[in-house]
């Protein structure tokens, strides 16, 4: 139980904790004029931005070594979340417009999109008269520093406040190193290291008895200071090495190939005719229009293995989800549940033996728990009654306006549906990209969704979903659409992260 609380309260809380220190710790180095190398990424490339006072300017330094320059004074036009493909965690998407018109993308850690964009639109700060500081220490560092010493403050509370008694050697393990003791005439008893070839049974042995929460367990005296201090001096040796040599070669190396490289200004706008602005439509290319993905769609319906499409069951009135179990569903679908229900079962049972300390633990937990969910649900109101108000509205409505569709589908089944105007060709780019939520469908092995392509009826909630009604059924969404001309580079990551599952016959749209 303990082990479940660690994994989902203890250890989330302190490395999201670790990463808004970190982000803290870059903006105020940055404020002080001292070197600070962001990881991220430009309009796909990985790299980091050298915001280095021995450079002229903010340089992005990709892998292969080529410099890209990105002066001061720009605009930053929006920033939206989203997820780089292949990793796991959700970056922000931040559209950098400079003085000379390019529109540049850079992905960046959430909590430093915000440094990153207020000093790019700032004007240049002057360089330090003197040698520039030494560049902040990496958070693996930090983090190794921070273990080592709660490495040493674990082996001072276990010298300091354990409890120093010799118990009896009650057997000997050969194979494992250690054996098996008991103090108090016998009602403790515990496995520690111990020196095999000498000890035998009824031997004595000094060692310290542990306090809560590990009652009944024991150290002993001469293996365990030596492992913690090796442990101990191990992080922190790895820690100021990091902070102290690693980090400065480093980023003096990116500095000198920078400066060795000469840098590549960003390359100027391209206005096709008609265009008015650059970043209409900058990065959709590649046959992501209408035709391309209605033929990936119908062809993906007749080859795609699996279960096939048909039309869903309707919910009361004309949803294709039931409307209170989707507001149900999407109000209370968080993860704080599994902890709330740990919570109680370690309340009830005393599985651990921790006495009256279960109800501080666990009813803590339960409480976090309890106030997560009443958080999420209040977040997801906003969310889910423009939604349902959407639904139940009237067709005729000047609300809904009609826009053709393709549905394309991943290979686990979850579906989207890519918008288009209603007055384009074939040629035209996509508009929204709206996922939706499963439902059953009438026939049997099959999943309910929309036909791969056609006509349908949309109503901007204004909360971000997108309710669409294709033959006269309203399918609820799955999360917030995604506007094509606000985030074209998402747009086209979540365009092929479904298309490239539908296998056609000349190869992947």
């Known amino acids: 139980m303990i082990g479940s609380f660690l994994a989902f309260a203890v250890i989330p809380a302190i490395v ?42 903010p340089v992005f330094l ?9 002066p001061h004074g720009g605009e930053v036009l929006d920033a939206t979340l989203t997820r780089v493909t292949g990793a796991a965690v959700e970056k922000v998407g931040l559209r950098y417009r400079t003085p000379g018109g390019t529109v540049l993308t850079l992905a960046l850690a959430t909590r430093d999109a915000r440094t990153v964009g207020a000093w790019l639109a700032g004007p240049p700060r002057p360089a330090p008269a003197a040698r520039p500081p030494r560049p902040a220490a990496p958070v693996w560092a930090v983090t190794a520093l921070t273990a080592a010493l709660l490495t040493g403050l674990a082996a001072a509370d276990v010298a300091l406040l354990g409890d120093r008694t010799t118990a009896e050697v009650l057997a000997v393990d050969h194979d494992y190193g250690n054996c098996t003791v008991g103090w108090d005439a016998g009602a403790q008893q515990a496995d520690v290291d111990c020196d095999t070839s000498h000890l035998r049974p009824a031997d004595h042995l000094p060692v310290i008895a542990l306090l809560w929460p590990f009652l009944g367990e024991a150290v002993d005296t001469r293996t365990m200071p030596t492992v913690a201090a090796v442990a101990g001096g191990g992080l922190g040796l790895l820690g100021l090495t990091g902070s102290l040599l690693t980090t400065p070669l480093a980023c003096t190396r990116r500095v000198r190939r920078a400066l060795r490289t000469r840098s590549v200004p960003p390359p100027p706008p391209t206005a096709g005719p008609g265009d008015d602005t650059p970043e209409e439509w900058p990065a959709l290319e590649g046959g992501l229009n209408h035709a391309n993905l209605a033929a990936a769609a ?66 803590t937990a339960g409480i976090a728990a309890v106030a997560r969910i009443g958080w999420f649900a209040a977040d997801r109101s906003s969310l889910w009654r423009p939604v349902l108000r959407a639904a139940r509205s009237d067709a005729a409505d000047g609300a809904w306006q009609p826009m053709r569709y393709v549905r394309l589908r991943e290979t686990t089944g979850a579906m989207a549906l890519v918008l288009f105007r209603p007055e384009g060709e074939d040629a035209a780019a996509p508009v929204y990209v709206q996922p939706i939520s499963g439902s059953r469908s009438t026939g049997g092995s099959t999943i309910g969704g929309p036909p791969p392509v056609g006509d349908a009826l ?28 606000a985030d074209p580079e998402r747009t086209r ?11 056609r016959p000349t190869g992947r749209g």
Do not use: K, M, N, Q
Request: glycine fraction near 12%; charged fraction near 25%; include cysteine.
């Open 16 to 57: 999201a904790g670790l990463a808004r220190w970190a982000a803290v710790r870059r903006r105020r180095a940055l404020a002080e004029g001292r070197p600070v190398h962001f990881r991220c990424r430009l309009d796909g490339r990985r790299g980091r931005l050298l915001a280095d006072p021995r450079l002229d300017g």
């Open 62 to 70: 990709d892998r292969t070594g080529t410099a890209t320059a990105l």
């Open 298 to 363: 119908r062809h993906a319906d007749r080859h795609h293995p699996g279960a096939r499409v048909a039309p869903p069951r309707r919910g009361p009135g004309r949803t294709s989800v039931p409307p209170r179990r989707w507001a149900a569903a999407t109000a209370l679908g968080t993860g704080a549940w599994v902890l709330l229900t740990l919570s109680v079962g370690g309340l009830l049972d005393d599985h651990f033996h921790l006495g009256h300390w279960r109800f501080l633990v666990f009813g």
């Open 458 to 485: 949309v109503h901007d909630t204004g909360a971000g979903p997108l309710v669409c009604e294709i033959d006269g059924i309203r399918y609820l969404p799955a999360g917030r659409a995604t506007v094509a001309a």
């Open 493 to 503: 990551r979540e365009i092929l992260r479904y298309a490239e599952s539908h296998v």
